[in-house]
């Protein structure tokens, strides 16, 4: 069975500016980004896409003021717990019964809850994004290694594209992190078919699809070949008859959050 249950889940978010998300913009406007995460269901596969924020780097001063210091990026999260307990209490499934989790980078606000499943679920990423971000250089450039640097982790690495569940196939779209990837989740002809094409963070806006705007935030690559990965990315969608979602989009993500829990919450 494909997927048969796709629940958008919210996170947090994330105040910055627009530039963050589309390359040359001057507007000098600031927006309220949601922190996106998925919950989708395939026969008995539970899966995740993506984590949230690590808490503990918000709650602790030090930690804080080291890896949220930046006063232009403000992280707020729903409430006093953890955002993803909370969440998934919401769906009706406990972490506990998530069969694996896959990241579509490792920027702290899609990898900060890798703690919660480290050691009792398969983690799917790109070999290039753990490469990464056990480097060095990803400090600087928002991946935190404290959120995954654990020998208890089950790491699948993937190298391209990967069909990591029924009805879930990774596509790698490296430019905004050098092992970034983006989700398509076909739903089973049972529940009405099509689907959805999670970009993440290879476009975090709608503009940045219908205007294909280049993306502002990215490690080793041009603004150009950000473009060719929505390009790519549209036309991926069109061909399967998937709609392509934006990663971090004020107004799509609890837009489309608002519909899916109308039809499967
Ligand atoms: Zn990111």
Redesign the pocket.
């Known amino acids: 069975m494909l997927a048969h249950r796709v629940l958008p889940l919210t996170l947090g978010w994330v105040e910055l500016p627009r530039s963050v998300s589309v390359e040359g913009d001057r507007s000098g406007a600031r927006l309220c980004e949601p922190i996106p995460a998925v919950l989708v269901e395939a026969g008995d596969e539970v899966v995740l896409l993506d984590t949230g924020v690590n808490t503990a780097l918000l709650a602790d001063a030090a930690l804080r003021r080291r890896f949220h210091g930046d006063p232009g990026v403000v992280v707020s999260l729903p409430g006093a717990g953890e955002p993803l307990e909370a969440a998934m209490a919401g769906t009706g499934r406990s972490l506990g019964e998530v069969t694996a989790v896959a990241v579509s980078?490792l920027?702290y606000?899609?990898a900060g809850g890798l703690r919660h499943v480290a050691g009792r679920v398969p983690v799917h990423a790109q070999a290039a994004e753990v490469a990464f971000g056990l480097g060095s250089e990803a400090e600087a450039h928002g991946i935190y290694r404290i959120d995954f640097d654990d020998p208890a982790i089950d790491w699948r690495l993937a190298e391209g594209d990967v069909e990591i569940a029924p009805g879930i196939v990774a596509l790698a779209t490296p430019g905004?992190?050098p092992g970034h990837q983006s989700f398509a989740v076909t739903l089973d002809p049972a529940v009405g078919g099509g689907g959805f094409l999670f970009a993440f963070?290879a476009a975090d806006l709608t503009a940045n699809l219908d205007g294909e705007l280049a993306i502002g935030?990215r490690i080793g690559c041009s603004a150009k070949e950000t473009v060719d990965q929505i390009v790519r990315l549209k036309a991926a969608a069109a061909a399967s008859g998937l709609r392509l979602v934006p990663g971090h989009d004020p107004e799509v993500w609890p837009a489309l959050a608002d519909e899916l829990w109308g039809r499967f919450g």
């Open positions: 980078h920027h606000d899609h905004h992190t963070d935030e």
